[in-house]
């Protein structure tokens, strides 16, 4: 059955605009037809590995959390980290395990999951910028404040052992605009 209808179309693969002759054709000739079917079936290869991929990659790991004991590299790769580093958490006491012979540690599967009921560390409280009051005392006594490129030049010192010098000894700094500034005393006493 032929059809007069004359419809404005976009090509669905390279989006010319063209008229069609029904309202369900999506392309503008059987070359874009072609390249779009062959770049859907690529795809769903491509999707079909991709997915087999994962599968195999997946695989080990859920083999691993099956076991009831497992190998020191078997615990690197269920962490995800080294089996230098697993050997740290044995020598630590953080994982517990049982050395069978020379070369053979086992590790009971419930040890990992130990691992992640422990409570964590708790982190220092993130130190707070000077006060308006600070800054009013500060303005007062800039004699007594030296800055970081004048005490780099002074006492012939890195950048870096500076800071890790201010780190160490819990040095109070003072940031004004681009510079900090710090205590004079400080600083002579813990660099002369």
């Known amino acids: 059955m032929s059809s007069n209808i004359e419809v404005q179309r976009i090509c669905q693969h390279c989006g010319k605009v063209f008229t069609a002759r029904t309202t369900s ?4 000739s059987h070359k874009c037809n072609s390249q779009a079917y062959k770049a859907r079936v690529k795809a769903e290869k ?3 590995s991709n997915t087999e991929t994962h599968r195999l990659k997946s695989k080990p790991i859920e083999d691993l959390k099956a076991k009831e004991f497992l190998t020191v590299r078997d615990c690197a790769t269920l962490l995800n980290i ?9 020598d630590s006491g953080k994982i517990k395990a ?35 009051l600070q800054f009013e005392l ?9 800055t970081i490129t004048e005490i780099l030049s002074k006492f012939k010192i890195s950048e870096k052992a500076l800071h890790d010098v201010i ?11 681009r510079f900090a500034y710090v205590p004079k005393n400080l600083i002579d006493k813990l660099l002369s």
């Open 82 to 90: 080294s089996v230098r580093s697993v050997y740290y958490y044995i």
């Open 138 to 146: 500060f303005a007062s006594e800039i004699n007594d404040y030296y």
């Open 25 to 28: 054709t999506m392309y503008c």
């Open 167 to 177: 780190k160490r000894n819990r040095v109070p700094k003072i940031k004004k605009g």
């Open 46 to 48: 491509v999707e079909v």
């Open 98 to 132: 049982v050395n069978l012979a020379q070369r053979i540690t086992r590790v009971k599967r419930s040890e990992i999951d130990k691992l992640f009921e422990q409570p964590r560390p708790v982190m220092p409280p993130p130190q707070t910028s000077p006060s308006p």
